[in-house]
């Protein structure tokens, strides 16, 4: 076996996994697990530019993963960005200085390279997959809606309506107005009309990942703290996202950090469960799966997969 570890550098939230990969068994065995939001897209939809202090938060998180991955022995580090990096014009710049200051090298992926990682990590050594299923991943940036088997993809999408790309747009407070929620509302629409109509045929077995959704499943579990194992692989139905959102509408920040959602995620949420809810209702779904993992063991499976063909 071989240890890795994987960083995938989100527009609002940077994950670390470090695992090891067995191409004997064909498993990717978890080690540890770390998250830090970063709020690395701030101001990008509207300026196009990463500034200096999202920089400077990603240089951090990135040399406290890296301790972390020498801390449990990671021999390789991968590391994937998405929607922030591939709308920012100084992306480049920002690489550079992650490689000075670092040493790590940042892939930015592509919307269809990041929706086909993060559809096969998303279901990585769950039971009983079914033959046909769905993966929702609502990101900062980008929504990535993706369709297929475990053999092949058959559909997939990259959406620019992401919960920190939208609130940024149109709400100017918390809560937000009558006329922000619908005009938010009206703009997801706009995007999910006729983008959806390919999914139907798998809306039967929804997967949804990444932050906006594991929040959801806490906050609909009722416990303040936050506990990945008990919410990987639980059902979310369409009644809980509808009641939730009527909540979060009607509540402040404040109320809302009350609730246990981590400052940096707390402002976009009711953006993100909005998303969540529009593509429930639009597509038909009635309950889906949260899945505690995403792209970062999209980016382990490609790891492996290559140690197979060496051995």
């Known amino acids: 076996m071989k240890r890795f570890s994987f960083i995938d550098i989100g527009t609002n939230t940077a994950l670390l996994l470090v695992a090891d990969l067995d191409p004997a068994g064909n498993r990717i065995v978890p080690v540890a697990h770390r998250q830090t939001i970063i709020r690395l897209g701030k101001n990008v939809d509207e300026q196009k530019i990463i500034d200096h202090a999202a920089m400077q938060r990603l240089i951090q998180c990135i040399l406290d993963f890296k301790e972390i991955s020498k801390e449990n022995g990671a021999q390789s580090i991968v590391a994937a960005g998405t929607s922030a990096l591939r709308d920012a014009k100084n992306r480049m710049e920002i690489i550079d200085e992650v ?153 402040s920040l404040e109320q809302i950090l009350e609730r246990g959602v981590p400052e940096g995620r707390a402002d976009v949420i009711t953006m993100g469960t909005l998303i969540l809810h529009q593509f429930m209702r639009l597509l038909g779904v009635i309950q889906l799966h949260v899945s505690v993992q995403g792209l970062r063991y999209g980016l382990a499976l490609n790891e492996l997969q290559k140690l197979l063909s060496e051995a």
């Open 99 to 251: 490689v000075m200051s670092s040493d790590i090298v940042i892939k930015t992926l592509t919307g269809d390279e990041e929706a086909a990682l993060t559809f096969n990590g998303a279901v990585a050594g769950m039971p009983d997959v079914p033959e046909l299923f769905t993966v929702i991943d609502i990101g900062g940036g980008s929504t990535e809606i993706t369709m297929g088997s475990l053999e092949k993809i058959e559909q997939s999408i990259s959406l620019d309506i992401g919960s920190v790309r939208l609130t940024e747009r149109i709400f100017t407070s918390h809560p937000p107005s009558e006329t922000e929620f619908l005009a938010a509302r009206n703009e997801i629409n706009e995007n999910l009309t006729g983008a959806l109509e390919p999914f139907f045929s798998g809306r039967e077995h929804v997967y949804g990942v990444a932050g906006t959704l594991t929040t959801i499943a806490h906050l609909v579990s009722g416990e303040k703290e936050f506990d990945p194992d008990t919410i990987h692989n639980v059902t979310l139905s369409y009644d809980q996202v509808r009641q939730l959102l009527d909540e979060l509408r009607e509540s």
